[in-house]
């Protein structure tokens, strides 16, 4: 017999959970299934950070401060510690072609709200006493935060099946179709499920979902592979990056590689610096970012990069033990966009996937988000920018046929 209900949200990682939770909340019967279990995705294989100084002005940025002020009320509403922190974060600067473009940079930011300046060496200094002498300046803002993503899961996990949620792990629909005003769901595990609402939130492989409705979206996977330190003392006060990927972006012409020695394969690999301490004293060092298909596998020829860039910018950490590495699989998108809203000519199907590095910052606000669309309520942020529309092609169609 069909399991009926108002809504069956797709995928288990921290958006799909941020769905779930928000839906439940308002009232609705929610089924939330997952190929594997939660968070086998990128979700349980990424960095913690809430990051708002990375993004350019406009509704991502304007999305994530909403998302932050959401995350300092869920740490008071979910049934467990998520582990949100505000350390502050910094990104280093190291030349003088850098500094010219965070300064445009940061100016814009200031412009749209951001609490964020340049701070100079010897201030950065007292926040990063053990960054290297060849960084220059750096920006500083006082409200980029953290969350444990686990624990973030979990949270939305248990406080949805406070309200009803039902979770089916390890199966998948093979087959969608619309019956008599409902989406009926064939599962691998046996189920059948009947519900008015169908929600693909399965990240990098939400495409293969699309496609069982005939449909395809350009939403890929774009690997990046971190290293994890021991427990170790505080080695400064703020999360740092490094400018590096965000001149490259603004500025092509003044990229370069930022592992001494090894331009191009930095360059193949997508090398980038993240630096972040978690709760429990370990440090996430990362990370690359490859097109490199669905393969989740670390290399060693990466993971010795992400070292010696590591070691480049805080010496100090050639003395700490790395006691793990992995790979996780961000879904990206062509635009760099999540797509969020409804697919146009299949009424209550709903796509949340393609949030690529930003995923864990915009869960908060996306579970609202995508809620609101749901319920058929106009949610507090224009949608046009997120529509399927943008992109949408028949299966099997190249892209932009
Ligand atoms: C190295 C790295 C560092 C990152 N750092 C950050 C960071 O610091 N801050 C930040 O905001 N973001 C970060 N991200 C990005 C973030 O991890 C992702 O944007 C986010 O986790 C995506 O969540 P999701 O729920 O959309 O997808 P996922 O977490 O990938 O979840 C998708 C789920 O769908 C399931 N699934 C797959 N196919 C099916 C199917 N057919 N049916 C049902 N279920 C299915 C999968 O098993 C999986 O559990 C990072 C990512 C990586 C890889």
């Keep these: 017999m069909a399991l009926k209900t108002d809504a069956v949200v797709l995928g288990a990682g921290v958006n799909g959970l941020a769905i779930a939770y928000e839906l439940c909340r308002r009232g609705k ?78 100016a814009s930011q200031k412009r749209s709200g951001l609490a964020v300046e340049i701070i100079d060496a010897a201030r ?35 406080g949805a099946q406070a309200k009803g949620l039902r979770y089916l792990s390890r199966t998948r629909p093979e087959a969608i179709e619309r019956r008599a005003g409902h989406w009926s769901l064939r599962m691998t595990g046996g189920e059948s499920i009947e519900a008015e609402v ?63 020695g090894a331009a191009g394969a930095a360059a193949r690999f997508g090398l980038g610096f993240a630096f972040t ?32 860039q590591a070691r480049k910018f805080f010496p100090v950490i050639a003395q700490a033990q790395v006691i793990r590495s992995f790979a996780g699989l961000r879904p990206s998108t062509f635009d760099g966009m999540p797509f969020l809203g409804e697919v146009p000519d299949r009424p209550g ?18 579970g609202r988000f995508v809620a609101d669309l749901a319920c058929g309520k106009t949610p507090e942020f224009d949608a046009t920018p997120f529509r399927v529309e943008r992109a949408m092609r028949p299966q099997g169609a190249a892209h932009g046929a």
């Design 349 to 366: 199907f709903f796509m949340a996937a393609g949030h690529e590095g930003d995923g864990i910052a915009m869960a908060p606000i996306t």
């Design 198 to 260: 169908v929600v693909n939130a399965t990240g990098a492989y939400a495409n293969s979902v699309c496609r069982l409705l005939g449909f395809e979206l350009p939403i890929a996977p774009r690997k990046g592979q971190v290293l994890v330190t021991e427990q170790l003392p505080a080695l400064g006060e703020t999360n740092v990056w490094s400018a590096q990927y965000i001149v490259s972006k603004l500025k092509p012409e003044l990229a370069k590689s930022s592992a001494p």
């Design 29 to 106: 019967s929610v089924i939330l299934a997952d190929a594997s279990v939660m968070g086998a995705g990128a979700s349980g294989s990424c960095d913690d950070m809430i990051l708002l100084q990375s993004k350019k002005p406009g509704i991502l940025l304007e999305m994530t401060f909403r998302s932050l002020e959401l995350f300092k009320a869920l740490t008071g509403d979910l049934p467990c510690d998520i582990e949100f922190e505000t350390r502050g974060g910094t990104i280093l600067i190291e030349d003088a072609a850098q500094l010219a473009v965070m300064e445009d940079f940061v």
């Design 124 to 158: 950065l200094r007292r926040l990063q006493p053990h960054v290297s002498a060849h960084v220059i300046a750096s920006t500083y803002s006082a409200d980029d935060s953290q969350v444990n993503p686990m624990q973030l899961m979990k949270g939305f996990m248990l």
């Design 277 to 308: 301490g978690t709760h429990n004293g370990n440090y996430l060092i990362g990370s690359t970012r490859e097109d490199a298909g669905f393969d989740k596998a670390t290399d060693p020829d990466a993971l010795s990069l992400i070292a010696a």
